[in-house]
């Protein structure tokens, strides 16, 4: 009796899915990204497009869980000191480079100098005055102050660990022939082939230092030009995983079919918002009240409940809602044509016998259909009730908006940023007058106010949590009132994938961290 009994509770358990599959080793996980990977050294560069296969490639010194706790990775242990002016690293005695050769405290001190002096968020390793190695398992980060994102900044998509041998040959690191081909990481798995602007490959590291990982033996990650294109992968069977989708019809059509999942998990660190940039060095968007004006006539309720049918949320300024800077106690622009038009006459505008009074040009990131290119598409009609004649302008390829951005000959532009896990990473490069600069994602509303400046060089360097949530209330409340650009949604982002795909990544870094835990079942 006592075993029937053990036997049916065993088979009730199985039922419920109580029990854990054990996880299978082998197999080739197809992934899917709307923008093609033109590098892999996410040292200098940012976007998913690189820090999804970065942190295949390359391994970080730490690792963070779904609740933003700091996890032992490359760095088996670590110290802050109590002044806070350093960080010590104690690394694993068994990683391997790709190549074979061991990696040491050299290559940590490399790679974090690297990331420091070539990264487009130049605010995240500002602090970092030098790297000592007093033997080969140990890196002393010293600082010149306080560093309160320090250890969000040593994550997977943000600090790779690089081969100092293969790097650090005196190539120039942006053009370094390595960053596209023959990558020689420290990661879970390896590049193996590259087709570029289609696909590209990744295979299982046999002698990656955690034991039994990865998984699976191969990764390959396919660019879809469309999410038309990706959800008929999906249903063919033929597409496992894609990441960072917020198309909204393919979404639902995905979650009415039983064979494929779909989660909103793995994007609580990306932080990410939807925005209108306006090109504040251009006349008129050098009048406030012109800016003012353009968030008067956009109706952000509209864009959520019609646009996003509810599955984004409207934005209320410059950090997410989901972090602990955040502010709601900002200025506010609500739905109003009739203040919008006020504004417009104020700023000396008039309409002229066709009803227009300004005509602008509105590019947009491409590869996000309905966070920028339907929203770049609803300002016409939107702006045109204002008297403001837009004129669309499709991008040709991420890197034709990229140059646009960086060379800012741009009117207005739908742009969007993530906060990656601290605003001192992924929000002060926005607004920092020392941040303009010819490189996309950067400040490229060329905004100005030495007050924000001031305020953010204060939140960098403050270690109390109280304090510097006081700091950047101060900052939300300054930038919201000043809209160099205007804050729209946060974005909607969500993993969709094959029911056969186990432990989907659901980090606060998703699959912009190591996927070594993925695994396929039959």
Not at 35 to 50: D, H, L, Q, R
Not at 97 to 113: Q, Y
Not at 267 to 283: D, H, S
Not at 397 to 421: H, L, N, Q, T, V
């Amino acid at each position: 009796m006592r075993a029937k009994c053990i036997l049916a509770g065993a088979l009730m358990l199985m039922a419920s899915g109580a029990v854990a599959q054990e996880p299978k080793r082998g197999g080739t996980l197809v992934m899917g990204q709307s923008v093609p990977t033109s590098i892999f050294n996410n040292a200098i560069a940012s976007g998913t497009g690189v820090m999804v296969p970065g942190a295949q490639l390359f391994a970080s010194p730490l690792m963070h869980d779904e609740n933003w706790n700091p996890k032992p990775y490359l760095a088996e242990s670590w110290e802050i000191s109590p002044d806070a002016l350093s960080v010590t690293l104690h690394l694993r005695k068994d990683a391997l480079f790709h190549d074979g050769k061991p990696i040491t405290s050299e290559d940590v001190a490399f790679s974090i100098l690297t990331i420091r002096d070539n990264h487009p968020f130049n605010t995240m390793l500002r602090p970092v005055d030098g790297v000592d190695t007093p033997d080969a398992h140990t890196a002393v980060i010293r600082l010149k102050s306080p560093h309160p994102a320090i250890l969000y900044a040593m994550g997977p998509p943000l600090m790779p660990i690089l081969p100092k041998h293969v790097y650090g040959d005196g190539k120039p690191i942006k053009q370094h022939p390595n960053n596209a081909r023959d990558v020689v990481g420290s990661g879970p798995f390896k590049l193996v082939d590259v087709k570029p602007g289609d696909q590209f490959v990744l295979e299982r590291f046999d002698k990656f230092f955690l034991p039994g990982k990865p998984y699976l033996d191969r990764i390959i990650v396919k660019t879809y030009p469309d999410s038309q294109t990706s959800i008929l992968e999906f249903e063919a069977g033929r597409l496992h995983i894609q990441p960072f989708f917020n198309r909204v019809l393919e979404l639902e059509r995905a979650k009415g079919n039983a064979q494929l999942g779909v989660t909103n998990k793995g994007y609580e660190a990306v932080g990410g918002i939807n925005w209108l940039l306006f090109n504040n060095k251009k006349k008129p968007f050098d009048d406030i009240r012109v800016r003012q004006a353009i968030a008067y006539a956009i109706d952000k309720n509209f864009i959520v409940k019609a646009l996003h049918k509810g599955l984004s949320k409207a934005a209320t300024g410059p950090i997410h809602s989901g972090f602990p800077q955040y502010s709601p106690d900002v200025s506010t622009y609500p739905y109003d044509l009739k203040k919008a038009e006020e504004l417009l006459e104020a700023a000396g505008l008039k309409k002229g016998a066709d009803g227009i009074r300004l005509k602008v040009t509105c590019d947009y990131y491409p590869g996000d259909e309905d966070g920028q290119k339907r929203l770049a598409e609803y300002m016409k009609p939107a702006l045109k009730r204002v008297g403001i004649d837009v004129e669309v302008r499709a991008p040709a390829d991420f890197a034709a908006w990229a140059k646009r951005m960086a060379e800012k000959d741009f009117d207005i532009s739908m742009d969007a940023a993530f906060a990656w896990g601290d605003p001192v990473i992924g929000v002060n490069r926005t607004y920092l007058s020392s941040n303009i600069r010819p490189l996309v994602f950067t400040n490229n509303a060329q905004y100005a106010n030495p007050k924000v400046d001031e305020l953010l060089a204060a939140a960098e360097r403050e270690p109390d949590t109280a304090k510097r949530k006081a700091i950047y209330v101060e900052f939300q409340k300054i930038v919201t009132a000043d809209v160099p650009l205007y804050w729209l949604t946060e974005l909607p982002y969500h993993t969709i994938y094959s029911k056969k795909v186990q432990n989907v990544p659901t980090t606060i870094w998703g699959t912009a961290s190591p996927m070594m835990d993925v695994w396929l079942s039959e």
